[in-house]
């Protein structure tokens, strides 16, 4: 260890060569760690509100407990590949901490460790961690993925995670903790391995929209129970609302079914499990295919590819579910299985929809766009029911925007379908403010764009900017925003209406006019021959002569209202 004092640089940067929190300037905004320390102690910036910048170096084992403790100006930090662990608390509360750099050679990710890191933006789980604490990343709202690798999460560790939508268990995992997952409220499918034995209490409470799991049968499960009316336990899967309701509201029947998912069904079960197993083609191929020996070898396709399992889900729908995409194995399940493609589950969602909420990679999403159009051209999709699916499992923005520019780019026909006034009534309370007003803006498009006047377009939609500004709104101000915006609507195609009919009677007034002249003119040409109709070619010519363009043009601003 270096010895215990630190040095200020010209160039503003203070190097830390060793030493508690007292070696450090209260006010330092830059730092550098010396090569020579080998451990930041605990608590050593902690609370250091005007750090922005720390530089580590290669060298460096151990970063301890809250070193780093809420400093809420620290935007990004790398990781040397020589740390082995972050301690607890290391970096708690660092609000404004949007990267993180960790390396392979990491072990050990402590006790809250990321807690309430808020500005996450990316984060990525080297492939020698071993262990991940209790509560390391609660209310972090990053995507997370994790390396087979780990052998060890703590209770929490993901609670309060909006970002998730999909995720996959590593191999070596035996245990989920209590609340790992606890209010998790995005994730719609979670891949668990087969060697699960224990689900504790809470584990995923407050999952409202989980849906796609299969449970291990010899896995003992936290199940609800009732001491004399009153709720002993919150049980494994408590305010699962997606999955209670299939089940009626029973944590037995739930359990009891989902371990039992893929009885009979072994594509599907394949499908679920294919993530552990990486399955090939082959396999799938030979899978989808059974065999009947009678006077000779006859292959037929296997009807368990195309069948529903308890939760209304075909193997199509699995994988769409999936963390690990592989166009291949679409391609066989479209194309022995074409009609899973419109097959609803039951909660009345298609394989699409998942892929998207699951953040597919594009070329999958295109290669389903291109089957959708190619064996169900006439299938209209149901947009508005998607979106609101999305909206009220609290689906981040860019996913919601992802659909919706899906529809725009590649059903453009069926665009009209999508009604906007109806998602918008139908969002609940997990819909984010920001959410809220793209939906109301794209609500609008449609209506706005067929006004063809742009001087009322612009008006429109600079009072919808007015009125929309404030990002965060109160479920009460949602409504009346809807409200304003509806009645504007109205008197905007009223008036435009009226202004149309009116410039309409003034285009024909005009064109008849200038029609009349041609005749005239045709008729002194003739000089007594027989009188005839001008012709259509004559009469298209007539109207973009008229002058009705720039009259109207002219006239409009003293019809328009003040």
Sequence with gaps: MADDSSTNNDDGVFTYIGGGRDTV??????????????????????????????????????????????????????IPSSVTRIGGYAFFGCHKLEEVELCDGL??????????????????????????????????????????????????????????????????????????????????????????????????????????????????????????????????????????????????????????????????????????????????NNA??????????????????????????????????????????????????????????????IPILYAVWGRAPDEIIQFLVNSYISIYPDYALNWTKMVETLGNAGAPLRIIQNLLDLQEESFPDQLINYEGDKVLENLGGYVYSFTFIYLVKFSIKIRVKVIGLKQYRDIIMKKVNCMTENKYLSRDERKEIQSKV?????????????????????ELLLWKNTINKAKSSDDRRRRGTKEEEVDETRRSQCRINCGADIIIRNVLPYLLPS
Aim: charged share 20%; aromatic share 10%.
């Design 25 to 78: 300037p209260r006010n330092v905004v830059r730092v550098r760690v010396h090569p020579s320390v080998t451990r930041i102690p605990q608590f050593t910036f902690k609370n250091y509100d005007k750090l922005e910048e720390v530089e580590l170096c290669e060298g460096l084992l151990e970063i301890r407990n809250a070193a780093f403790f809420n400093c809420t100006t620290l935007k990004q930090i790398n």
């Design 107 to 284: 072990l050990e990710i402590g006790e809250r460790s990321f807690q309430s890191c808020r500005s996450l933006k990316q984060i990525t789980i080297p492939s020698t961690v071993v262990e991940i604490d209790v509560q390391a990343f609660t209310h972090v709202p990053v995507l997370i993925q994790l390396p087979d690798s780990i052998e060890n999460i703590g209770p929490a560790a993901f609670a309060g995670n909006k970002t998730i939508t999909n995720f996959r268990i590593p191999p070596r995992i035996s245990t989920i903790g209590g609340g790992t997952f606890d209010q998790c409220k995005c994730m719609f499918s979670i891949e668990l391995p087969e060697n699960i034995t224990e689900i504790k209490d809470s584990a995923f409470f407050a999952c409202n929209f989980l849906r796609n799991l299969c449970l291990p049968p010899s896995a003992e499960i936290v199940v609800k129970e009732y001491n004399h009316g009153y709720d002993s336990t919150d049980g494994a899967f408590h305010i699962c609302t997606d999955l209670l309701q299939i089940f009626n509201d029973s944590f037995e029947q739930l359990i009891n079914t989902l371990k039992h998912r893929f009885d009979n069904l072994p594509i599907h079960k394949m499908i679920y499990y294919q993530t552990f197993n990486s399955i090939t083609v082959d396999e799938l």
């Design 288 to 349: 989808t295919n059974v065999r009947y020996v009678q006077y000779r070898t006859l292959r037929k396709l296997n009807p368990t590819g195309s069948q529903q399992d308890c939760l209304g889900m075909t193997p199509l729908h699995i994988l769409a579910c999936s963390t690990v995409q592989d166009i291949s194995l679409y391609r066989i399940l479209i194309d022995k299985y074409p009609e899973t493609l419109v097959m609803e589950d039951r909660w009345g969602t």
């Design 486 to 506: 509806q009645t504007m609507l109205v008197q905007y195609e009223t008036e435009y209406q009226s202004l149309k009919e009116v410039t309409s009677m003034l």
